[in-house]
């Protein structure tokens, strides 16, 4: 194992670097971690320095955590007031894998404790349909985020991470419904639309197959009109001007994913929003196009499916990390 970094030739350590990092780390305080996925901790730690690293920070934290038992209590408290009774359940199970106190709040925005905190979720590889009270039709997609306010004055879905599908129906109340991301406020008018919102830096992307939908920024007050059949991006800076929708951006809903003409690269960011752990394309072969209706149920017959069609091998270092890169020689 390669020896502790001075101080001062500590690596930079990045999201994806440290997202690994808490995953290994949450699984080795679950008590059920495998001879082989033990094995495969301590190659991940052995690859780079980076991962080496980010695991001492966290064993770092966590022995704080024990020493500092408390110090974010009233956080720790307020959360589990405000969860409901499945909520506290898992929150409970975090802090029984050693996930307390100083810990538990470093890792507040990490999926395992978001999910946790939030109305509905749906895991990875998941999709799940909701019927609201109005009779709204929301359907998550993986790795999704949402959380339902309704009041006497509005309606409200807070879609923290992920993608949506949304059904709108009227409200006898007559209350308006927004839906809202970090990066845009949504109000449909009478229709049915996807948002999605992976992260700040790309942004919220709209999609309307039905009526229309007004866009503004959060805390702006003028908004544009997307139509069906359209589609726009909002990001921290602007609302693109809406354009023709030519994807299939619902397709998920039907178990698909849809390529057409799409960049290797492209479609393997897209597939790993499907399975657990790390896939990633090789530089070398990112620029290859497919096209093809790949059913999402079977994540690692897509993979087969691209070595067949493809001048690609995909190899599988474990279950659970697997690289799409080119053919030997």
Request: glycine letters at 8%; one cysteine or more; charged letters at 20%.
């Amino acid at each position: 194992m390669p020896p502790p970094s001075a101080p001062g030739d500590t690596p930079a350590i990045g999201d994806d670097v440290r997202r690994q990092a808490i995953a290994w780390f949450v699984e080795s305080q679950s008590g059920s971690m495998s001879p082989l996925r033990q094995q495969a901790l301590l190659q991940w730690r052995q690859n780079d320095p980076c991962h080496e690293a980010a695991w001492n920070r966290l064993a770092s934290m966590e022995m704080l955590s024990r020493g500092a038992a408390g110090v974010n209590s009233a956080l720790a408290l307020d959360v589990l007031q405000q969860a409901g009774r499945q909520r506290r359940r898992t929150l409970k199970l975090l802090a029984g894998a050693g996930l307390t106190g100083g810990l538990l709040w470093q890792l507040r925005d990490t999926w395992l404790v978001r999910q946790a905190i939030t109305d509905h979720h749906a895991g990875i590889g998941e999709r799940r349909d909701l019927r609201l009270p109005d009779g709204t039709l929301v359907s998550l997609n993986t790795r999704s985020l949402l959380n339902v306010r309704y009041d006497e004055h509005a309606r409200r879905l807070i879609l923290a991470q992920g993608e949506i599908i949304v059904t709108t129906a009227s409200d006898p109340q007559g209350r308006p419904l927004y839906v809202e991301t970090p990066a845009a406020r949504l109000r449909p008018i009478g229709t049915r639309f996807i948002v999605r919102h992976e992260s700040d830096a790309l942004g919220t992307r709209l999609s309307v197959n039905a009526g229309q939908v007004a866009v503004s920024r959060p805390a702006g007050t003028e908004e544009i009109i997307v139509a069906a059949g359209q589609y726009t991006r909002i990001d921290r800076h602007d609302i693109q001007p809406p354009q023709a929708e030519t994807g299939s951006p619902a397709a998920w809903a039907d178990g698909l994913l849809i390529a057409t003409r799409m960049r290797l690269g492209d479609f393997v960011q897209e597939l790993a929003r499907y399975r657990p752990g790390i896939l990633r394309c090789d530089p070398a072969v990112a620029d290859l196009r497919l096209t093809g209706s790949y059913p999402l149920a079977d994540t690692d017959r897509i993979l087969a499916a691209l070595a067949q069609t493809l001048p690609v091998r995909v190899t599988y270092r474990t279950r659970y990390w697997v690289t799409v890169g080119a053919l030997a020689g």
